[in-house]
């Protein structure tokens, strides 16, 4: 397939994803149309040297590939106007969004791929996840995923119902960290050390931790147990956070939470 790319919305995440695909060499600054209202928005995307318009109207290019970087309140206002671009693939990253949505709009035959990213993409550490409908062809979904991994790591899904679970984890799931983040900083502060040095402690560690988990090759239980000496300092705060299961299940309760609320949002 061809290599044009059609944006539409270029404000925070449509415009990492731009960064992205443009620095990693994945697409060339000829090759993307960015479609953005906002004035100040469509100006910084020009600075990369991609072509811009204010809206659909103005679009005098074929696309092979149109990505929605949308909110998802507007979605039946913007994308009707994209529907006749004949031969294109549809991306929407816009949160709670279903296929079917896409497929009343563009229609039944339309070929419609859905991501769920998360913030770290905007520093090429996302987790993309994606669900292909029946009409996208190996070589667009390949094309896709070429893209997508200029922000992070890709993932695929065979039911889109799993992309309530995927919201669950690794959407809302940086949030989840933070907190640990925040909460390991108060502790710290509390256990006397000065606020600055217990927020750059918490910080590095989770950090630090993420990234040995990640390229160390082994399980993280595998690495727990390799940092907990029995009676140590670590088992004694791990006999609190995994007495009785309370960490395990309070994480499951929190992905449960927006697992549900993740379902009524796309109803």
Not at 15 to 40: F, H, I, Q, R, S
Not at 92 to 101: H, L, N
Not at 119 to 147: H, Q, S, W
């Amino acid at each position: 397939m061809g290599r044009k790319v059609v944006l539409v919305g270029c404000g925070n995440m449509g415009y990492a994803m731009l960064k992205g695909w443009l620095a990693a060499g994945k697409l060339a600054a000829g090759d993307v149309t960015v479609v953005e209202p906002n004035e100040g928005l469509r100006a910084r995307a020009a600075t990369h040297g991609v072509t811009v318009a204010a809206d659909a109207r103005e679009l005098d290019v074929a696309a092979d590939l149109v990505v929605f970087a949308v909110k998802p309140q507007v979605i039946r206002d913007v994308v009707p106007a994209y529907r006749d671009l004949e031969g294109a693939t549809y991306l929407s990253v816009a949160a709670g969004t279903g296929v079917a949505t896409f497929e009343n709009l563009l229609g039944r035959e339309a070929a419609v791929m859905r991501c769920m990213p998360n913030t770290p993409a905007a520093i090429g550490k996302g987790m993309m996840v994606v669900f292909a409908n029946r009409n996208v062809r190996p070589e667009a979904k390949a094309f896709v995923e070429e893209l997508l991994a200029a922000s992070g790591a890709v993932a695929t899904v065979a039911d889109e119902a799993l992309m309530d679970a995927v919201t669950a984890v690794s959407g809302s799931g940086p949030a989840y960290v933070f907190h640990f983040i925040e909460c390991l900083a108060a502790a710290g502060e509390k256990a006397g050390l000065p606020a600055d040095t217990a927020r750059l402690l918490a910080m590095q560690t989770v950090y630090g931790a993420a990234c040995l988990a990640k390229e160390s090759g082994e399980e993280p239980g595998t690495l727990r147990e390799q940092v907990t000496s029995p009676g140590g300092t670590t088992a004694a705060a791990l006999g609190v956070l995994m007495g009785e299961e309370r960490l395990v299940e309070l994480v499951s309760a929190a992905v449960e939470a927006a697992k549900r609320r993740s379902v009524e949002l796309g109803k």
